[in-house]
């Protein structure tokens, strides 16, 4: 309880923050197919050393004083979580390849797998997280409850492949589960700018849609009325249907 509640409870809750602090800060390049996650670039990540390392610290503290509570786990994910959101992949790794390795009749091995996945992406090892996400695909015992973030991050790794139907899909089964508000615009975003360059103008509209009537930050807003006049643009309708709708997203630009 004490090593739950007093010191990874709220080592947990100042990296959920840190994180959350991040999203505002990442740089989107709306010319090219955005990225799922908003980790932010390597300069943003350094400056959350002093967070990450304090939340180390108190994941350090259970495992080196409370070695038998059933958090310490728990507690070396959150050290790779660390280690991953402060930029240092090596260490990230490590840790949760030590967690699947050491917890490998457990459940939690499954978490440490999802975040090898993702440290293996952002490290730009794009086909090495194809290998390793087409392995847990072979696994039946992966968790249900991980399934919609894999989803995501599948999606990432083909958009960032270049194999657009099959990002899609993932894509769109890891938007269906996820209540997370902030991967919901992102997912919807991505989605249309995929769809917009597989043609198929209907769907990227609907998307699009989706995102500017959300509570999106203004910059995805505009992007996302930009992308609606392109795909009304393509999309086979009526001539006066085509320019009422339009006139009504290049109102919403202004």
Not at 15 to 39: C, G, Q
Not at 127 to 136: G, H, I
Not at 146 to 174: H, R
Request: glycine fraction near 4%; charged fraction near 25%; charge should be positive.
């Amino acid at each position: 309880m004490v090593a739950h509640y007093n010191v990874y409870y709220h080592g947990e809750k100042m990296l959920n923050e840190a994180v959350e602090d991040l999203i505002p800060l990442h740089k989107d390049d709306f010319s090219k197919p955005i990225e799922v996650y908003p980790y932010a670039d390597e300069a943003t990540a350094t400056s959350l050393k002093p967070k990450m390392e304090e939340v180390m610290k108190k994941a350090s503290t259970v495992i080196s004083k409370k070695s038998r509570s059933k958090w310490v786990d728990d507690c070396f994910i959150l050290i790779g979580k660390s280690h991953f959101f402060k930029g240092d992949m090596f260490l990230a790794d490590e840790a949760f390849q030590f967690v699947n390795s050491q917890y490998s009749d457990q459940p939690i091995r499954y978490e440490a797998k999802l975040w090898i996945l993702k440290t293996l992406l952002r490290e730009g090892k794009v086909n090495d997280a194809e290998a390793t996400f087409k392995s847990f695909q072979r696994d039946e015992k992966f968790p249900k409850k991980l399934q919609d973030d894999l989803n995501c991050v599948a999606g990432d790794i083909y958009t960032k492949m270049g194999l657009y139907p099959e990002a899609i899909l993932f894509l769109e089964a890891g938007l269906k589960g996820t209540k997370n508000s902030v991967l919901k615009y992102r997912l919807n975003f991505l989605l249309a700018q995929l769809y917009l360059i597989t043609k198929d103008y209907e769907r990227a509209h609907a998307h699009y849609s989706k995102v500017a009537k959300s509570n999106a930050p203004y910059e995805f807003a505009f992007q996302s009325n930009v992308g609606i006049v392109k795909a009304l643009s393509l999309i086979h309708i009526s001539e006066p249907t085509r320019l009422r709708r339009i006139s009504y997203a290049v109102f919403c630009l202004k």
